[in-house]
């Protein structure tokens, strides 16, 4: 798959994303669009207007002209890549897609005035199937409107990109979590992520089960594991949560934080043996299921702009909270 895959999704309904506006979705709702996994088909299962299906689907259009669906993301960004995945949706996927993005000032919803921008031309689409597309575009968007030619089914929109807070916002001198994917947070490299993916540590709120957690496989040979984290902005840290919510047999024994101030360079670099990484907390014993808030126990009141969090040897966290001040 495209190197963009792996970038966060800023439209998911999980970070916030919202359907709000279908030109039709008679068969299946726009809502669906934004939901997890690649969506489902049940044989047999039918509403009063037909066959039930795990995305968005319009009518049969008898008229000229096409449907879209416009979403607000639930992280404004930059976007890289779209995947319109037409799973399970095959004698009625639409033929082409395109997708304009719009910025809206004020956190509010697009009207009659709004500009959109074209970033992905009108481009064929193949049944039962993700499509990706790179965007070249690398400009900051609020909301994106998903167009299909002439109708049918979407079973899901991914808006793969880099999240692109308020910067005024988080310039203000506050406490706040500077490791957030909603504050410019982005979890770029691990070194095992077989179980549940790398993402999930700096997703906002609390992990929901086991599943919602960074979790990788058990070692079998000496050392440890570890996951690297780029700040949204360079600053210092004031207290740090590492959280095992749902992790009781399958905690790391213990866990510390290192951290470095880095220029921009690609995730490779982050492994070199150059990196001088400064201890920011020393190795603490973890338990079972609990969230641990350390303050007094931190180190290094310098400025990072990347966190390394080990533990050791292996096992499961669902959140890191790297609570601080922006530099």
């Known amino acids: 798959m495209a190197d963009f895959t792996e970038m966060i999704d800023l439209a ?5 994303g919202k ?35 795990g995305g968005w689907e319009s009518r049969r259009k008898r008229t000229t002209g096409h449907d879209h669906c416009i979403v607000r993301l639930g992280l404004p960004g930059v976007i890289h890549g779209f995947d319109i995945d037409t799973n399970h949706f095959l004698g009625n996927y639409p033929e ?25 031309p009108i481009s064929k689409l193949a049944g039962g199937s993700q499509n990706l597309f790179a965007s070249t575009s690398r400009e900051r968007f609020t ?35 500077l490791a957030a994917i909603e504050n410019g947070g982005v979890s770029v490299l691990a070194n095992d992520m077989f179980f549940s993916h790398r993402n999930n540590l700096i997703m906002p709120g609390r992990a929901e089960n086991m599943g919602d957690g960074w979790e990788t496989k058990r070692k079998r040979a000496p050392g440890n594991d ?16 590492v959280d095992t919510n749902h992790f009781k047999g399958n905690f790391p024994d213990s866990c510390s934080l290192e951290g470095a101030r880095l220029p921009a360079a690609p995730a490779e670099f982050l492994t070199s043996r150059t990196i001088a990484w400064e201890t920011i907390l020393p190795q603490m014993k973890l338990a079972a299921h609990t969230r641990h808030l350390f303050e007094k126990e931190l180190v290094s009141q310098n400025v990072f702009s990347h ?15 790297l609570f601080g001040v922006p530099a």
């Open 12 to 16: 998911s309904e999980r970070v916030g």
């Open 96 to 120: 082409h897609a395109s997708v304009d993005g719009a910025v809206v000032p004020g956190g509010g919803d697009p009207d009659g005035h709004t500009a959109w921008t074209e970033i992905l």
């Open 143 to 177: 909301h994106v409107r998903l167009h299909i030619y002439p109708d049918g089914g979407v079973a899901r929109l991914r808006v793969h990109g880099e999240v692109a807070p308020d910067l005024d916002k988080l310039k203000s001198g506050h406490v706040l979590d």
């Open 226 to 241: 570890w996951v690297i984290v780029k700040l949204g902005l360079p600053g210092y840290l004031t207290k740090v949560e």
């Open 307 to 321: 966190v390394r969090l080990s533990i050791y040897p292996d096992g499961g966290i669902s959140r890191l909270r």
């Open 19 to 53: 359907a709000l506006y279908a030109t039709d979705d008679f068969f299946a709702s726009k809502d669906n669009l934004l939901k997890p996994g690649r969506g489902v088909f049940i044989e047999g299962k039918y509403t009063e207007n037909g066959k039930w299906m």
